[in-house]
Nanobody, 115 residues
Framework: QVQLVESGGGLVQPGGSLRLSCTASGITDTIYAMQWYREAPGRQRQLVAAKPPGGRASYADSVQGRFTISRSYATDTVYLQMNDLKPEDTAVYYC?????????WGRGTQVTVSS
């Protein structure tokens, strides 16, 4: 029923950029936040960027100033623009929708930052 589909991951050199996309379908919540998480090897899943419906975007300290989250309300798509990527950013990135009914997750997209 509810689907979140991520795209845009891949292999990039340090200092490079990637733009992740996540399109939601089957959502009946009137008000919901969309967020990006990441899970690096040996680490817990971490919230990296959040876009609440009635507030400003927020970011983890480790990505502040480098990542930008945005939404297209017409297409129910959330983006994560990632600039100045570092090897420490290597992780599986997950799209999350937090609505009145509950949380929904995408399958994740791999981002690898390496020379």
């Amino acid at each position: 029923q509810v689907q979140l589909v991520e795209s845009g991951g891949g292999l990039v050199q340090p200092g490079g950029s990637l733009r992740l996309s996540c399109t939601a379908s089957g959502i009946t919540d009137t008000i919901y936040a969309m967020q990006w998480y990441r899970e690096a090897p040996g680490r817990q899943r971490q919230l990296v960027a959040a876009k609440p419906p009635g507030g400003r975007a927020s970011y983890a300290d480790s990505v502040q100033g480098r990542f930008t989250i945005s939404r297209s309300y017409a297409t129910d798509t959330v983006y994560l623009q990632m600039n100045d990527l570092k090897p420490e950013d290597t992780a599986v990135y997950y799209c999350n929708l937090n609505g009145q009914r509950g949380d929904y997750w995408g399958r994740g997209t791999q981002v690898t930052v390496s020379s």
